[in-house]
């Protein structure tokens, strides 16, 4: 008891002891919180830091080692292209070389044949020749017959004089001017007139007429003329006795030929007959009389009526309408149609054509 | 003017008469003012003028076929003397009314009509144009199937006429047809049909490679050829001008024509003619050769250098001088071989003097020139190019010494003869500016001999080794 009494006698002491003890610790607790607050928190932001950078060491390792396959796989690439490039050059300076030795074959060989075009130009010579030949020949031949036509003219003309002139055949008592008697034979020109019929003057020549008519209509030079011919009195007769005109004179005025002015000579309805006739004409040919209207609604009602050949029983047929030409195309050869292509010299133009482009590097 | 108060009353007396009652007035009227009209162009001014035209142009369609006849004359005569009065014919309605006549059935009307077409469209394109707008084209067409000759020939004189001025009127003639019935034609015996038909074709043929085509085709060669052997001149011309439109277009053409001989006929064409008919032969040679080397070297072997020489020799008109110097030029500047071939016919010479000569027309001596330079580049025959080192003016003789320097560093041989005719002294003689072309070519040449020959050869040498024995002290 004397403990507990004692104790309760030094409680209130211990109670301020107690109180000063908490209070002082109290005091100081708020600083020595906030103390102990900061070296821990420093001290956990230490560790932080250091396992910060150990992660960062960790993971720069790791980005070493990566970037680096990566690098080594590019660097193999590129040395691939490198390789695929150096090797399409060597192919392509072998390729070149092959081929500059084989388009100068070709082309000296094919297409700037020497030996084709000295051919050629001797096959030129020997055309040349024939052609020159031929039209000499032809040249020769017109020639020949204008003589021979100059040579009937000549020979017709002849006959015509001496036709006109064979009162000019001498006789028996009076020599004529061909047959001189002083000469050995005489002139062809009289043996020409003993062959002779005598002129009659009545048949005039209407040939000439005819193919002077032509340039003369047309350039209106020839006015037109009127046929003056004058028939001869018959010889011998005596002049009968009486108060009748001269013989001469009446046959004129009986047997005066026609000479019909230029109207007359053309009917004055000949334009109109002509147009008859060709009305005539086409209403003979014509396949029916119904006029050819115009597309109108007129023809609406009308049914189409097909001729002969379409409407046949056994159907249309389609020769005339569908093709006009019989076609077997079972017998062609090929499938394309002719082509009209201008002959050439079929060498000379594969000159720079005659290779595809795929050659070409990339 | 007295004359033209003469013409007046004439026109004054005359128009009236065209109205008379007989028909025989009104046609020996008609004929009468064609034949005014016909004899000079004031005369056919003073018709137009008197207004007789829209009354012939009425009366036309219900007369008959004389008084047709006689105012188509009328018609022709005024239209050919110029343009305005054909113009004056279109504008009255007369194309319409000739294009009718065309369809009658004498043939005299259709030929008067076709003439007077013929000379109307001969103008110019417009008028051209209005008569094929009138439809006269596929009814010419007709008139040529006619059996007349004369007919013929006019329907194909009007045709070529029409047909000239440009490819669209070319065009619609060969539509029409006409090219089958002109290549038909062309067998005709008659020569003035032939005239007309290959002048027709040439002028169809010469306006586009189509149509030159399309003539081809109808099978003309090698029967043209037997044309270029006519007896009459002028079917030749028209022959050769025919070959020329067709060669001039396309290298395919030349070949055509070259295969088929037309080289050698035109070529005897040319030997057997003199002036100005020769001058469609040597243009046609001249294209021949223009187009590629293998054709110039076919005109070579067919012979046909000397008569181009000859051409040029004895022609005294400068325009067919000038054609003959260029088609030369044509054939030899190919290669070296067609240079050769040019220069052994002894031709540059004579290229030469008529470029120099003060008398040739100025057209010739550009030509002359241009031949001239461009057989040189490629002439490497020096006996040719020697006699004209000696006359050549400076443009020239660049060319000459030019070629020499080319060939002598390789050739001994040619540089003794070089020496012997005269050849290096006349090369020293020449001044030439330092630096110039020329005078690297001389130096060329100068390197190609030993340097003592050259001082021999050099102007004034004598002069050096005059001067050297005086300055010379004999050593006693």
């Known amino acids: 008891m004397a403990t507990l009494a004692r104790l309760q006698a030094r409680l209130p002491g211990l109670r301020e002891e107690c109180f000063r003890r908490n209070r002082s610790v109290d005091e100081h607790r708020k600083k020595e919180y906030k103390a102990a607050v900061k070296i821990q928190s420093w001290f956990r932001g230490c560790r932080v830091r250091a396992y910060i950078r150990y992660l960062n060491n960790m993971i720069i390792i790791i980005q070493k080692w990566w970037r680096g396959y990566q690098g080594r796989r590019y660097f193999r690439k590129m040395v691939e292209t490198a390789y695929f490039i150096m090797k399409m050059n060597f192919y392509n300076e072998m390729a070149v ?266 | 003017m007295s004359q033209r108060q003469v013409l007046q009353g004439v026109m004054a007396l005359l128009r009236p008469l065209l109205l008379d009652v007989v028909p025989t007035i009104q046609q020996t009227a008609a004929l009468a003012l064609g034949r005014l009209a016909n004899y000079n162009d004031e005369l056919a001014e003073a018709v137009v003028k008197g207004d007789i035209l829209p009354q012939l142009v009425c009366s036309l369609s219900e007369q008959n076929r004389f008084y047709k006849k006689a105012a188509a004359f009328v018609l022709r005569a005024v239209g050919k003397h110029s343009p305005q009065l054909a113009q004056a014919i279109v504008q009255c309605g007369a194309l319409e009314t000739l294009v009718i006549c065309l369809e009658d059935f004498d043939p005299g009307v259709k030929e008067a009509a076709a003439w007077a077409l013929g000379y109307i469209a001969r103008h110019n394109s417009e008028l051209s ?81 189509d149509l030159a085509e399309l003539v081809v085709e109808a099978e003309i060669f090698p029967v043209v050829l037997t044309c270029l052997k006519d007896s009459d001149e002028y079917v030749k011309k028209n022959g050769a001008t025919l070959t020329r439109e067709i060669a001039k277009h396309t290298p395919e053409l030349s070949q055509l024509i070259v295969n088929a001989g037309g080289v050698a006929a035109v070529i005897d064409c040319i030997g057997s003619c003199r002036g100005t008919v020769r001058l469609p032969g040597i243009m046609m040679l001249g294209y021949v050769a223009a187009h590629s080397e293998n054709l110039s070297m076919a005109v070579i072997v067919s012979k046909g250098i000397p008569p181009l020489c000859t051409c040029l020799i004895e022609e005294n008109e400068d325009h067919i001088k000038a054609a003959a110097a260029w088609a030369l030029g044509q054939v030899g500047r190919h290669t070296p071989e067609h240079a050769r071939a040019v220069a052994v016919a002894n031709v540059l010479p004579t290229l030469l003097s008529m470029y120099m000569d003060t008398h040739s027309s100025e057209d010739l001596q550009v030509k002359a020139k241009k031949a001239l330079k461009n057989i040189l580049q490629k002439c490497t025959y020096l006996p040719a190019l020697e006699p004209l080192l000696h006359d050549a003016p400076p443009n020239i003789l660049k060319h000459i010494v030019g070629q020499f320097s080319k060939v002598l560093p390789h050739d001994s041989k040619a540089r003794r003869l070089f020496v012997t005719t005269g050849g290096l002294k006349k090369v020293q003689e020449i001044k030439a500016e330092p630096g110039s072309l020329l005078q690297e070519y001389i130096n060329t040449i100068n390197n190609c001999y030993p340097e003592e020959i050259v001082r021999y050869y050099s102007p004034g040498y004598s002069e050096i080794l005059l001067e050297r024995v005086e300055n010379y002290h004999p050593v006693l």
């Open chain 2, 129 to 209: 144009q209005a008569v094929v707008d009138a439809g006269a084209v596929p009814l010419l067409v007709l008139c040529i199937q006619e059996p007349e000759i004369a007919l013929k020939r006019i329907a194909a004189s009007t045709l070529s006429d029409i047909s000239k001025h440009s490819p669209e009127l070319a065009q619609t003639v060969v539509d029409a047809g006409a090219i089958a019935h002109l290549a038909q034609m062309i067998l005709n015996p008659d020569a003035k049909l032939k005239r007309q038909v290959l002048s027709a074709l040439s002028q169809i043929a010469k306006h586009s490679v």
């Open chain 1, 97 to 362: 070389r092959i081929q500059k030795r084989w388009r100068g074959y070709y082309v000296r060989k094919y297409t700037h044949n020497y030996y084709a075009l000295k051919k050629y130009l001797e096959a030129i010579s020997v055309n040349n020749e024939i052609v020159r030949k031929e039209l000499n020949e032809y040249a020769e031949m017109k020639e020949k017959e204008k003589k021979k036509k100059d040579l009937e003219k000549k020979e017709k003309e002849k006959e015509h004089q001496a036709r006109k002139m064979h009162y000019l055949l001498s006789t028996e008592q009076i020599a004529g001017i061909y047959n001189s008697p002083f000469s050995k034979s005489p002139d062809p020109m009289e043996l020409l007139l003993r062959k002779s019929k005598p002129l009659s003057h009545s048949q005039q020549p209407a040939k000439n007429h005819l193919i002077c008519e032509l340039c003369d209509w047309s350039n209106c030079t020839r006015s037109p003329t009127f046929p003056a011919a004058q028939p001869l009195p018959p010889i011998g007769r005596q002049k009968p006795q009486g108060p009748f005109r001269d013989t001469a004179e009446v046959l004129r005025q009986r047997y005066k030929p026609l000479e019909p002015t230029l109207r007359v000579a053309a009917s004055i309805n000949s334009l109109e007959k002509a147009r008859e006739e060709i009305k005539r004409e086409e209403w003979r040919n014509r396949v029916h009389d119904n006029e050819f209207l115009p597309f109108s609604s007129y023809h609406k009602n009308e049914k189409y009526d097909p001729s002969i050949h379409r409407s046949g029983k056994y159907g249309q047929e389609t020769y005339g309408v569908k093709h006009f030409r019989e076609v077997q195309p079972k017998k062609w050869i090929a499938d394309k149609d002719f082509q009209t292509v201008l002959p050439s010299i079929v060498l000379f133009e594969r000159f720079g054509k005659t290779y595809s482009r795929t050659g070409q590097i990339v």
